[in-house]
């Protein structure tokens, strides 16, 4: 016997599957029998074949495909009656390593009102079904049921008697998750202690997590000198559930060096049966779930992402890979900073100079607090909108609008004009937009016409961002008639047709739509004002009107 060696023993098909809602079909058991298998268990308890011919079926073909002579221990539950105990027999036949787990209850409480049993009776039906289950298979679990409500001395002679009658393994179940781990620790010691045979036979820990604390009272078992835990896939099974699988294999894996014990899971195995397990019941894995949760190797806040990007130990503790997840991410959100930003927007092909850097993040960081989750369609809608480098001859410092049926649209807008001036202003619209845009353009005052707006949603959801582009053609009086509208004409004289686009993106389409419009005209401006340089430069260099 290894002793550093800790049997898994997988739950999931019998106790995960009591949990309301968690039943599975036959097929379904299958999958995750192999995927059990996959992942070098020791033992799946594939069912309790007395409670149904479709139950006594599932353990049967279980144990024909994956108890092969070097797969799992296959084990079927039994009450501690013969009928229970024949069933469970016939069920596990094809396989090649067997196990029947029989159980009675110890505790004073189940024997009084369940059992309507003495502990002198009680302890007469354990001797007999353990004796007559290992008259059928060489490898016997005996399990007594609410161990840990049980009185410690009689719990003493229940399983004495259960290693005399050969048993082989020894389950502790925190039947209705009472126990505590330092109680729970003690009571393996003490049953070591106290058991005479207990050491030549397996201890086994089962423990219910209704205080929540069903994977540290395992490892507080194993601690303790039990070597097999019982366990279940996302820790479904009755009521809270129980321990969790990928938990405690996983600590045990991460505290190799504190608790000198091994098991022999294929830990990058876990995430897949986590997931199989999830999509065959229909319960999802909660985010923040231990190991396998979404958020289990995401880093959203700054500092983390900093000390992750530096170097991943400063915030984790064990690797993505290693239970079989593609690899760590950091989220972007309105907790990011600007090392996880810039290192995103490269791996995203962008190579944004420093100015154009700080302006993306700090948008960034405005759009986090209104958009819950920011992704890169919108990260590359705030690049593109950044790097078109419009001009900010005239910024959008508020704006203000109502509308809704049976009232007039209006709005008022603060601008900041060159040298910081602030302008403020009204209007009536015909919706929204319109009397936002008439309130710009009655401060602003340089006639233009809309002559395209489009609006689309980047993102989905109730909070989709909106892109917002439009298309002003200029008729300013001053301006001249150009061939090439980026040349420059200083002869013409006739109004002059050219157009400018505006790009705006926001989680508010009004805004974004008062954004792409300031764009527009912001370049109009800009296109004019450097109509004016050039002309006075030419006149500078000594161009004439002759
Ligand atoms: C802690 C645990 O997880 S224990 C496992 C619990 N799992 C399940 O119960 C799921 C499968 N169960 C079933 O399908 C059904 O309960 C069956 C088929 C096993 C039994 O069904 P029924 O015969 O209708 O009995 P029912 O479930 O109503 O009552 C349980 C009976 O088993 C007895 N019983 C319970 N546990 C044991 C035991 N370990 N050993 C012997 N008898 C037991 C009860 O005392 C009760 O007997 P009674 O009818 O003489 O009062
Ligand atoms: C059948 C036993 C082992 C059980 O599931 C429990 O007591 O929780
Ligand atoms: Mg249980």
Known sequence: MDVDHVRIFDTTLRDGEQAPGCTMTLEEKLEVARQLARMRVDIIEAGFPAASPGDWAAVHEIAREVGTPDGPTIAALARANKDDIDKAWTAIQPAAHKRIHTFMSTSDIHLEHQFRKSRGEALELIGEMVSYARSLCDDVEFSPMDATRSDPEYLFQALKIAVECGATTLNIPDTVGYSTPQEYGDLIAAIRQNVPGADKVIISTHCHDDLGVAVANSLAGVYAGARQIECTINGIGERAGNASLEEVVMALHTREQ?????????????????????????????????????????????????????????????????????????????????????????????????????????????????????????????????????????????????????????????????????????????????????????????????????????????????????????????????????????????????????????????????????????????????????????????????
């Open 258 to 546: 504190f608790y000198g014990l091994k098991t022999q899971v294929v830990t990058r195995e876990l995430a897949r049966a986590s997931r199989t397990v999830s999509s065959f019941i229909g319960v999802p894995v909660p985010p923040n779930k231990a190991i396998v949760g979404a958020n289990t190797f995401a880093h959203e806040s700054g500092i983390h992402q900093d000390g992750v990007l530096k170097n991943r130990m400063t915030y984790e503790i064990m690797s993505a890979e290693t239970v079989g997840l593609d690899g760590n991410a950091l989220i972007l959100g309105k907790h990011s900073g600007r090392h996880a930003f810039r290192k995103h927007v490269e791996a995203m092909g962008y190579d944004l100079n420093d100015e154009d850097f700080q302006h993306v993040f700090a948008r960034f960081k405005d759009l986090c607090d209104r958009k819950k989750r920011v992704d890169d369609r919108d990260i590359e809608a705030l690049i593109s909108g950044e790097i078109q480098h419009t001009p900010q001859i005239y910024k959008l410092a508020h704006v203000q609008y109502s509308s809704g049926t049976g009232m007039i649209p209006t709005a008022t807008v603060r601008l900041l004009g060159p040298d910081e001036t602030e302008q403020i202003d009204s209007a009536l619209g015909t919706g929204p937009v319109d009397a936002i845009y008439q309130a710009i353009n009655r401060m602003i005052n340089r006639p233009n016409e809309l002559i395209e707006f489009s609006i689309k949603a980047i993102t989905e959801g109730l909070d989709a961002v909106a892109e917002v582009t439009v298309r002003i053609r200029e008729q300013s009086e001053e301006a001249r008639t150009v061939d090439d509208p980026t040349s420059i004409n200083l002869t013409g004289k006739r109004a002059v047709q050219q157009i400018f686009s505006g790009y705006g993106i926001h989680t508010d389409s009004v805004l974004a739509a008062a954004e792409a419009y300031m764009g527009a005209l912001n370049k109009m401006l800009a296109a004019g004002q450097a109509r004016i340089n050039a002309e006075a430069a030419a006149y500078a260099a000594g161009y004439t009107d002759e």
